[in-house]
């Protein structure tokens, strides 16, 4: 994901040798805290004075199926202990796009509504996002199938997990490729499509002529959790060489109950096997991969019939920054409305330590 928000768009180690059976059992009985291993969040260290805290974490490379792509995100896999300014002072110290906490919970709580998760850019404390969403569920996962960690609202059979968000329940589910990697989906809430933009007035936002922009499909925001004004844009070269005027599009979305960014795409790709290439470009940079971006976007496609409904668009981000993210999205129609809005691809852990306070 991105940059900071202001609040919610229309309320959207020891490695345990053991059966997976018994294994599953055990993690029936006691929840994420036992999974997730016995390292308390308030261990303290004996030989050190003063007293200090350690707080495990994994750092994983998300909508990228290759190490060092994608958007990086770090875990704590039990932040219990955590106050609220601790996890604002430590997503400025990884100084990502996103940071997110664990926190254990009942198993039966969790069986309910899930493994509660906190999400946190540099500024402040987020509703959702898809990145951290996807690479927060694949790190729980990935230490149910490793045999030393796991949580409790897993389905062996279908492999899903569900995260209890800001936004609500996300469940994630999760299968085994061809080639051997975890592809991961999560499915969004059900969009909500807000305001129609001026195709001209964009333009001008975006250091672009009003042809840039296709007037095939409206310029319109739309929250799958998260709101963003999808902007489709003609030719690939144009998406290349974007130079928005970043502090005129603040002003622009001020007024917004959310703030609200634009999100370009274009389906000029020069490649039969991508869908969209996408860009998100903020004031704080750059980002890799937009998960939330990208669902609001196929809700939007398939109201505006650039795409069916259930057909799977491969989306790519993050290549003119030297991070290629590779995202793949599909929404449904039923009636009038979108639904059932899924965002899907690989993660790959890079690197695992504890944090010290």
């Known amino acids: ?38 390292v308390s969040a308030a261990a303290e260290n004996p030989n050190s004075e003063p007293r200090v805290r350690r707080f495990p974490y994994v750092q994983i490379d998300v909508f990228a199926s290759r190490r060092l792509e994608g958007n990086p995100l770090a875990v704590f896999t039990d932040a219990r202990g955590l106050s609220d300014s601790e996890m604002q002072a430590i997503a400025r110290e990884t100084n990502l796009q996103e940071t997110t906490f664990i926190l254990p919970r009942d198993p039966a709580v969790e069986r309910e509504h899930g493994v509660k998760v906190r999400i946190f850019v540099p500024e402040e404390e987020i509703p959702f996002a898809g990145h951290p969403t996807l690479g927060t569920a694949m790190v729980l996962r990935n230490r149910l199938n490793a045999g030393h960690g796991s949580v409790s609202p897993v ?7 569900s995260l209890d968000l800001k936004v609500g329940r996300i469940p994630v589910a999760f299968h085994k490729e061809s080639n051997g990697n975890i592809f991961g989906e999560m499915r969004q809430v059900d969009p909500v499509f807000g305001q129609i933009h001026d195709r001209a007035t964009v333009a001008a936002l975006a250091g672009l002529k009003p042809n840039d922009i296709c007037d095939e499909w409206p310029i319109q925001t739309v929250s799958t959790g998260l709101p963003f004004a999808i902007v489709p844009i003609r030719r690939l070269s144009t998406l290349q060489s974007l130079q ?14 959310v703030l609200t960014d634009f999100y370009y795409v274009t389906r000029d790709t020069g490649n039969m096997e991508v869908g969209l290439r996408s860009r998100a470009i903020y004031p704080n940079g750059e980002d890799p991969t937009t998960g ?40 449904e129609e039923q009636g009038d409305r ?20």
């Not at 059976?21 to 029936?28: D, E, H, I, K, Y």
């Not at 928005?244 to 109950?257: A, H, N, T, V, W």
């Not at 979108?338 to 899907?344: E, H, K, L, S, T």
């Open 1 to 38: 994901m991105k940059k900071p928000k202001r609040g919610l768009f229309r309320e959207v180690t020891s490695h345990m040798k053991t059966s997976r059976r018994s294994f599953l059992q055990t993690v029936a009985s006691c929840g994420v805290a036992a999974a997730i291993g016995d």
């Open 292 to 331: 939330s971006a990208a669902g609001c976007t196929a809700a939007w496609m398939v109201r505006y019939r650039s795409a069916k409904p259930g057909e799977r668009v491969h989306i790519q981000q993050g290549v003119e920054i030297k991070r290629p993210s590779q995202i793949f999205v599909r929404a």
């Open 338 to 357: 979108i639904v059932n809005v899924r965002v899907g691809g690989n993660a790959m852990e890079v690197m695992e330590g504890t944090f010290h306070l």
């Open 155 to 161: 389905n062996p059979a279908l492999e899903e997990i």
């Open 244 to 257: 928005p005027d970043l502090k005129m599009i603040r002003l622009y979305f001020e007024k917004d109950p």
